[in-house]
C-alpha cells in the first residue's frame, strides 16, 4: 500500500508519500480500505517532536487517527461488521490506503453521511464530548465558559453543552462574538479583554480548548467546587486554587459519541467546517496550513466517496 511515513521527527517534509507493508487484522480487529482521514493538531505535534514524551513513537511510523472507509476483511472474533460496510471511528495509523482499528472503537457510518465529512468527526467528537461532560462536569442548569468556541472542537463542545441544559458563555475574540452567538452560545465574552475578564462573575465551570495565559484569569471565577476541564494541560497555577477541580484530559474511542454527532451534523443541528481536502500524498502540505493556524478541519482523501 502507499502511506505516508514518518523516519524521523522533523519539520512537515519529513513526511513521505511511499510503499509501507499492508497490514493484517488482528483477532477483534477490522481491516479498513481508507477514504479520508482527518488531520487534527495532535499529529504534526507528534511529527515535530514536541509530544515525544508523552507520545514516543517508533519509527518507521504511520501517523494521523481519523479515518473512513470500507471494512476489506473482519479479524477472528469480530460481530457487527462485515465486508463492504461504511465505517468511521479512531485509530492509529490513519494516514495510508489500508488501516486496522479495533471493532469495538468503530462504527457504521450512519445513512446520508459521506465518508469525506465522517473523517473529520471522530477525535474532535470525542474531545468535546469527554471535554463537557467528563472534565468539565456539565449539567443542567449550570453556567460554562467555553474558550475556543468556534473552533472545530468548541463547535461540538458548544452543541454538546446546550444538549445538555447549561448556560454557554462563549470565550472568543471580539470579531467572534456575534458568529458565537447565532451558533446558540447564551453570551460570548472577549478573552482579549481582560476588563471583561475581570467582571465575568462566578461560573460552574470552564472548558479550556486554548490555554496559555488566558487559563489563569479563567480559573479565579470557578466556584468553589466547580470544574475547570482543560485539553491542552493544567493552568500553570492550578495549586493557587484547590478548592477547584481541575480536569487536564486526553480523549478516547467512543463508536457511540461520533454516530451521534455524525447525525447531528447530517441533520443541520451543529456544523463542522471542512476548510481543505487535499489527497493523501500532500499530507506536508496539510500539515503546513494547519500549523499557520487559521484554517478549520483539514482531510486528506485517497479517492473518491463510494
Not at 452543541?159 to 446558540?184: P, T
Not at 453570551?187 to 489563569?216: C, E, K
Request: hydrophobic share 45%.
Amino acid at each position: 500500500m502507499k502511506a505516508i511515513v514518518l523516519h524521523d521527527y522533523g519539520p512537515p517534509s519529513a513526511l513521505k508519500y511511499e510503499d509501507f507493508p499492508d497490514p493484517k487484522p488482528a483477532s477483534g480487529e477490522i481491516l479498513i480500505e481508507v477514504y479520508a482521514i482527518g488531520v487534527n493538531p495532535i499529529d504534526w505535534k507528534i511529527r515535530s517532536g514536541a509530544m515525544k514524551q508523552a507520545f514516543p513513537t517508533p519509527f518507521p511510523a504511520i501517523l494521523g487517527y481519523d479515518v473512513a472507509g470500507i471494512v476489506k476483511q473482519c479479524g477472528d472474533g469480530v460481530e457487527g461488521f462485515a465486508p463492504g460496510d461504511h465505517v468511521f471511528g479512531r485509530l492509529s495509523g490513519a494516514y495510508a490506503q489500508l488501516a486496522v482499528g479495533k471493532a469495538a472503537e468503530m462504527a457504521k457510518v450512519p445513512e446520508g453521511v459521506d465518508l469525506t465529512t465522517a473523517a473529520a468527526i471522530p477525535v474532535v467528537a470525542t474531545t468535546a464530548d469527554q471535554l463537557i461532560r467528563e472534565a468539565a462536569g456539565t449539567q443542567s442548569g449550570q453556567t460554562i465558559l467555553l474558550t475556543g468556541a468556534l473552533g472545530s472542537v468548541g463547535r461540538l463542545a458548544l452543541f454538546c453543552a446546550l444538549e445538555l441544559g447549561a448556560n454557554v458563555i462563549a470565550g472568543v475574540r471580539k470579531k467572534q462574538i456575534d458568529e458565537a452567538l447565532a451558533l446558540g452560545a447564551t453570551a460570548a465574552i472577549d478573552i482579549s479583554d481582560d476588563d471583561a475578564l475581570a467582571r465575568l462573575g462566578t461560573i460552574d465551570a470552564v472548558a479550556d480548548t486554548i490555554g496559555g495565559d488566558l487559563a489563569p484569569k479563567l480559573l479565579a471565577h470557578v466556584k468553589t467546587g466547580g470544574n475547570y476541564g482543560s485539553i491542552v494541560g493544567p493552568p500553570k497555577d492550578a495549586a493557587l486554587h484547590p478548592t477547584v477541580h481541575v480536569n487536564a484530559m486526553g480523549s478516547h474511542a467512543d463508536a457511540n459519541a461520533i454516530v451521534h454527532y455524525a447525525e447531528a451534523i447530517r441533520d443541520g443541528k451543529v456544523k463542522l467546517p471542512i476548510d481543505l481536502i487535499l489527497p493523501l500524498e500532500k499530507a506536508s502540505e496539510a500539515h503546513t496550513k494547519g500549523e499557520k493556524g487559521g484554517i478549520g478541519k483539514i482531510v486528506l482523501t485517497t479517492q473518491a466517496d463510494s
